[in-house]
């Protein structure tokens, strides 16, 4: 019914079916605490971004105009180190806000029963538990439409496998690419990168039961190598090509969210009563 299609709309969910497991009431004070968590932990978010990583990356752009492009390995290591221990706590608190807080507080307004939004991902063993394990709407939602079907066409499960981390890479860079108004492929290449670690990872497991060592190649990967590397080299590329020209400006001062968080660490935010953040760079007045 029309009112089936609206409830899982709006629910945490990404995979339809006819009747979703319900709880018995809304709990006030659990809407209350959450939405109270979630104004908390969103100022932290906001408050790392603009004092923390967006001075780095201002930083990291002047020095590589003083060195005309130029990296050198002593420059690198600098920024690299510190958006490492940035980035892992913002990676950290952009799970726990989205999966912990506000999945829940959707499932609590609309009775949802079904609270399982991740797992143990933390404890992972190899990388593809990781994948499993820390956002299962989505990873229902890639095994019911790709996977499978995939399956069933005649592929073989690492085809399959394949065809769906080539989906999730397309989609991440697309996520990237519409907010920063330019087409580029770090991200891409950064989910692509992860076939050889799934496969690295299994056959470590598969030789050395119990072993932490995929662990931390999974945490080493994710939080020292891959996601500050991929902000540094979308941060240049965006900066020096808006300096070029190539990277539209806004209109009317609707800057993007990126823009907006730059100009506020850099003191460099236009008095006019017009400008105001979007994510997606485009925004509407009254």
Known sequence: TLWNMYYYWLAPTL???????RSDRVRIWKLVGTLLRIVVFSAMFIFLSAQ???????NLVKDLEATNGVFTPGLLAVYWLRLSVANT???????????????????????????????????????????????????????RHIYFPCVRVGLTRGGATFVVFLFSAIMH???????????????????????????????????????????????????????PMAIMMYAIDYRFLKASGEVPEAVECHVSLFDWLWQQASGSVPEVTECHPSFFGWSFTN
Not at 52 to 58: F, I
Not at 99 to 114: C, I, P, Q, T, V
């Open 15 to 21: 995979t339809y079916q006819i009747a979703f497991p």
């Open 52 to 58: 923390v990583v967006v001075p780095t990356l201002t």
């Open 89 to 143: 706590y913002l990676w950290l608190l952009m799970f726990y806000i989205f999966f912990h807080l506000f999945l829940n507080l959707m499932a609590e307004l609309l009775r949802f029963g079904d609270r399982v939004f991740y797992k143990d991902w933390w404890n992972s063993a190899e990388v593809s538990s990781y994948w499993r394990l820390w956002n299962t709407p989505v990873h229902y939602w890639l095994i």
């Open 173 to 227: 860079e697309v996520l990237i690419s519409v907010p920063f108004h330019m087409i580029r492929h770090w991200s891409f290449l950064g989910m692509m990168m992860q076939i050889p670690l799934v496969a690295m990872t299994k056959l470590i497991h598969k030789k050395i039961p119990g072993t932490s060592i995929g662990n931390v190649i999974f945490w080493m990967s994710f939080c020292i190598v891959g996601q």
